[in-house]
């Protein structure tokens, strides 16, 4: 088995593993899922093995393409999951209490579940399945494939250290893309504080009234106006925010809590 750790060599694979933590937690932000492709391809040359493919437990993320998947040089890329009537045969695997799910050929070749189908029609002799969790509750898979008959089975030990890693690379994967969505609220707000600096008191509550459903002539009767005027400060509120409608208008009231509570 051609691979670089053996059950006696428990340090080294720490020092493997805090060496993969340390390249994943200097990563900028946007560059993690690339830092991911780049430590699955060195496990997959030191390990071993032909494909891998970290992935979470919905068909629809899957399907959109949230799994990365990365393979040796001439081994076929992950099929195209686009196709696939119905993935939940194949992630009730997730659900396992065994550290890993395992498919040789001739079950491969004889099974009903669409998902291993795909796998066995590109030539996968060997599929394996280990269910990653986080805080107890499922979170996806790392899925395992060879290709090549010749090759000796993966030693059972080495699923530990797979889970492991797959379980790294899941918690910040899905770390980074909380602190995106994090930073593009806190964009959006800033944005939208900006927006709001640029108005008057006044015109903040003529578009407060006018988004919530008032018409021109009442907001005049409210604030001893005529509704020319309303109108007047109207575009030019709109003129000021470059909204091009009275619907954008109330898009922008509602995003930065203008609209009255009647």
């Known amino acids: 088995m051609s691979g670089l ?23 900028s ?51 195209s999951t686009s196709d696939v009537e119905n993935m939940d045969p194949y992630l009730t695997y997730l659900n396992s209490s065994k550290l890993a799910v395992k498919f040789d050929r001739q079950q491969l070749q004889n099974t009903d579940i669409e998902v291993l189908q795909k796998l066995y029609a ?17 979170w ?20 530990v250290r797979l889970k492991l890693i797959g379980e790294m690379c899941a918690s910040y994967w899905k770390f980074s893309e909380l602190l995106t969505e994090q930073k593009f609220h806190q964009q959006a707000m800033a944005e ?19 988004a919530t459903g008032y018409t021109a002539k009442e907001i005049g009767e409210k604030l001893f106006l005529s509704s020319r005027t309303i109108e007047s400060h109207k575009y030019r509120i709109m003129d ?23």
């Open 29 to 79: 932000l946007a560059n993690t899922k690339q830092v991911i492709n780049e430590i699955i391809l060195d496990v997959i040359k030191r390990f071993g093995i032909d494909r891998v493919t970290l992935f979470p437990a919905s068909q629809s993320f899957v399907k959109d393409g949230n799994a990365i998947s990365v393979a040796q040089d001439g081994v076929p890329k992950l099929p």
């Open 5 to 27: 750790f053996d059950t006696r060599d428990e340090e080294s694979f720490d020092v493997y593993l805090s060496s993969l933590s340390n390249k994943l937690m200097t990563s």
């Open 192 to 210: 939208s504080e900006d927006a709001l600096s640029v108005l008057s008191l006044k015109q903040r509550e003529i578009i407060s009234l006018l």
């Open 122 to 138: 590109q030539g996968m002799c060997w599929h394996c399945v280990l269910p990653l969790k986080m805080f107890g509750v499922i």
């Open 240 to 262: 000021t925010l470059s909204l091009n409608s009275h619907s954008e208008l109330v898009q922008f009231a509602v995003k930065n809590g203008l609209i009255l509570t009647q």
């Open 140 to 159: 996806g898979g790392f899925a395992i494939g060879q290709f090549d008959e010749n090759k000796e089975p993966i030693p059972e030990h080495y699923f």
